[in-house]
């Protein structure tokens, strides 16, 4: 939320810009396009009720407007600006008190001292501003001093800086800043109004404003409540397991610091064990206890992968076939010789003329016939996920429904009548070729001579090599398939780039040759290669008399044991990539990965040990403190042990846990930003200076007070 | 379809069933069973099969015992020639070249 306590909505002055008139409307077009929910309008010497109800009126629901004015205080021929700002209640008063000091002036030629603008304005429970410093006109030291003695409230007295950098260095000097945005041109408002402070509080109106200025304990805990606030006790130390430390934990971010050795780890995992408990799964994110490699299981331990996922076959079946295949025998030529070279004698013999038929082609029908049983079942089976699945009735009516029956019943009925049709062809083929085996058995019996061979044997021959050729076509037709490498986002590398994970999968096909690839299941590498090698040479050999040695071969290939699907010949490699190369992240790039990953994730509460362990200021305060403040601000538990001010300070915590260690023992403080304050849990020691406290603990810190004073406004 | 020749050789050590095809001639013994050598002119039918169907006709003028072997050995062979071409054409294998055929 940010506050801009310095706007401009009209030409006053000579000098003043055209460009800071802005009606209502487009004033409320703007605002919508900014994070600015406070705004007080004050033009140079002069105050437009109607604009400013016009504006109030039209932009109620985005943001509040303050009646304000920025004054030209003469105090002892210095010329200096002054922004007054009224409680939005007064504002009727506010305007006739203005309208009366500036009657029979102008704006150019107005100007007005100290005590007068108090004495004119105290009454309406205004907020001071002064220019300052580098803030031109400015208000020197002497006059600051004076208006402060003047006024009811000297907590309401604040010294405008130019910029956030400057009230962050008047802040850090004890100086309560503020700055606006003093806006000269609107078209350029948007951009200016990133550069606004942050009201970390989201104030709901001036005086709650006014109160946080207070800095009263009660008020900002007023403030503290909109958040929840669970109380949680804890026994987190193994080396005195009765040592108890009761903790707030707020929905909002929530820091743990103090020196080495003061417990901070322990307290998380105390906290962590606390809320699985409860059933509400964490973890405690350390980035020193898990790299890169490890949490994307770079080297496979617990990878494994199955061709379906490819939809590509494995072949088991076929593999298994082709393995237990064997050769089979022709009919042989001294049969036909023994059978022709006795005369049959016998009469009745001579007269049975079906032992000279010829058998008739049964493996044909076979197929016709699981044809049209496999075309049935496919319809079946469309039938049964029909009537299983409630929803098709609910959604397409009882009328098509039946109408999509009575079709499919016809193409049923038309299907079994084709399957009949061509199971007596099957059944009768297969029976007449039985009646010509049997009579020419029965016959050879019979007479006792030599039994008519009825087929050469080239049929079942050639039908045994058709399978293999079948089930190898489709074995290497599956192996020569290419697997696209599955590529996940593993995070941002800045300015470098976007880090994956690329997983690379191949087939074996007994050429792929790369150091880099593991066997995804049990089979090692050498066995890998040589089966696909001697599977490629069984189809060379298909219709050739060393097809079964080959296959002998295949069967024998050392360590293939393990080998009995195309699952057994898959290879992967996995690695990090950055613009499409292979890349190895450094420790640093690792933390910053993990850690924006951990963030990245969806929970409901992030604990989190030391995140700045290995990890620039710049990272973390351009996108670790942005990713916790939103973390914050969709109201997660974050619970963060830190030694750094950029995430102790910059987050804006609502709660500071503070742990202290001396000759008597541990302590453990909470407090918070706002209140300024640690208190001791068990009252044993006095209340601590937050800002103190945390100065002096965390590193960095001076830094990072700079810029905490543009975000309380206050210190 | 094509109809290729068969003739029968007879010498005085061996009489073989001759399968002519585009000009190569395919022996089958009919005096001694060589099993082998029936497979391997098996696999050639096989190949040549896929190229396109094809049957046999046995030109031969003595009516003897390999004439009636022969003459009976053909006509069970043209119908499963028949079978299998069949099931190559179901299984989409016609046509299909292989690199290493056996000499």
């Known amino acids: 939320m940010k506050i801009d306590i310095h706007v401009h909505t009209k030409k006053c002055k000579g000098g003043d810009a055209e460009s800071r008139n802005i009606d209502a409307d487009k004033f409320d077009e703007i605002i919508r396009l900014t994070d600015v929910k406070v705004l007080a309008i004050t033009n140079h010497n002069h105050f437009d009720l109607e604009q400013y109800t016009k504006i109030k009126v039209k932009s109620d629901d985005v943001c509040q407007i303050w009646p304000g004015i920025e004054l030209d205080i003469l105090e002892e021929d210095r010329r200096a600006h002054l922004i007054v700002i009224a409680n939005p209640k007064n504002v009727l008063e506010f305007n006739k008190t203005v309208q009366e000091l500036l009657t029979g002036k102008t704006a150019d030629n107005f100007n007005i001292p100290i005590k007068e603008t108090v004495d004119s304005f105290d009454k309406f429970d205004c907020i001071y501003i002064a220019h300052y410093y580098g803030k031109k006109p400015n208000l020197i030291d002497e006059d600051v001093d004076k208006l402060i003695g003047l006024v009811s409230n000297q907590k309401r007295v604040l010294k405008e800086a130019t910029n956030s950098i400057s009230a962050g260095i008047y802040i850090s000097h004890g100086h309560n800043s503020i700055y606006g945005s003093d806006v000269q041109n609107w078209n350029d408002y948007q951009q200016i109004s990133k550069n606004l402070p942050d009201l970390r509080l989201p104030v709901q109106s001036f005086d709650q404003f006014c109160l946080l200025l207070e800095k009263d304990i009660s008020t900002i805990n007023t403030v503290l409540d909109w958040k929840l606030k669970q109380k949680i006790e804890l026994f987190p130390f193994q080396s005195n397991p009765l040592e108890k430390v009761e903790i707030n934990v707020y929905n909002d971010i929530n820091i743990i610091f103090g020196s080495k050795g003061t417990g901070k780890s322990d307290i998380l995992h105390a906290l962590s064990k606390h809320y699985n408990d409860l059933g509400i799964k964490n973890k405690v994110y350390q980035s020193s206890a898990q790299t890169l490699e490890n949490s994307y299981d770079l080297k496979g331990n617990y990878f494994d992968a199955n061709l379906s996922e490819f939809e590509i076959d494995d072949c088991f079946q076929e593999i298994k076939s082709i393995r237990n295949s064997s050769e089979k025998n022709v009919t042989s030529l001294s049969s036909y010789s023994k059978y022709f070279a006795i005369e049959q004698t016998n009469k009745i013999a001579k007269k049975l003329k079906i032992q000279n038929f010829t058998p008739l082609d049964e493996p044909t029908s076979e197929r016709d016939f699981e044809e049209i049983a496999l075309s049935l079942e496919y319809v079946n089976e469309f039938i049964k996920n029909v009537e299983s699945d409630e929803h098709i009735l609910e959604i397409i009516g009882e009328d098509l429904y039946q109408e999509l029956n009575k079709i499919i019943q016809k193409i049923v009925i038309k299907l079994k009548a084709e399957s009949e049709k061509r199971i007596i062809n099957l059944r009768s083929i297969s029976l007449f070729n039985q009646i010509i085996n049997v009579f020419v058995e029965e016959i050879a019996k019979k007479t006792g001579l030599p039994q008519k061979p009825i087929s050469t044997g080239f049929s079942v021959y050639a039908s045994n090599r058709i399978r293999i050729e079948r089930e190898l076509k489709k074995v290497l037709n599956n192996i020569s398939k290419t697997i696209q490498p599955y590529i996940e986002s593993v995070g941002n590398l800045g300015e470098k780039g976007e880090l994956f994970c690329q997983t690379n999968l191949v087939i074996q096909d007994g050429n792929f040759k790369n150091v880099d690839y593991k066997p995804v299941k049990s089979a090692t590498k050498n066995p890998q290669r040589n089966f696909a090698t001697v599977l490629k040479q069984v189809e060379k050999h298909l219709y050739a008399s060393g097809l079964y040695e080959k296959i002998t071969e295949l069967k024998e290939v050392e360590g293939s044991d393990n080998i009995n699907s195309l699952n057994d010949l898959l290879l992967f490699h996995r690695h990090f990539t950055l613009n499409g190369l292979k890349y190895a992240p450094s420790t640093g790039e690792s933390s910053m990965v993990l850690l924006h990953n951990e963030l990245l994730e969806d929970k409901e509460i992030y604990i989190i040990d030391e995140p700045e362990k290995s990890l620039g200021n710049d990272y973390i305060s351009n996108v670790i403190v942005p990713m916790l403040k939103e973390k914050a601000q969709t109201g997660k538990r974050v619970i963060i042990a830190t030694h750094d001010a950029n995430i102790a300070v910059r987050t804006l915590p609502y709660n500071s846990i503070y742990r202290e260690h001396d000759i008597n023992g541990y302590y453990t403080y909470q407090g918070n930003p706002f209140a300024n304050n640690l208190v001791c849990n068990d009252d044993t020691k006095g209340d601590l200076d937050w800002k103190e406290f945390s100065m002096k603990t965390l590193e960095g810190g001076k830094e990072a007070f700079g810029e905490r004073g543009k975000i309380y406004g206050n210190t | ?103």
């Open chain 2, 1 to 103: 379809m094509e109809t290729h020749k068969s003739t029968i050789k007879r010498d005085d050590t061996q009489t073989n069933l001759i399968f002519s095809i585009n000009g190569n001639d395919l022996e089958i013994n009919l005096t001694e069973d060589k099993p082998i050598e029936v497979k391997s002119v098996f696999n050639k039918l096989l190949l040549q099969l896929k190229k396109g169907e094809f049957k046999f006709e046995l030109e031969d003028d003595k009516e003897d015992l390999f004439f009636h072997i022969s003459s009976e050995y053909i006509s069970q062979l043209n119908a499963e020639l028949s079978s299998i071409y069949k099931e190559l054409e179901d299984y989409d294998l016609l046509e299909i070249e292989t690199t290493d055929e056996e000499e």
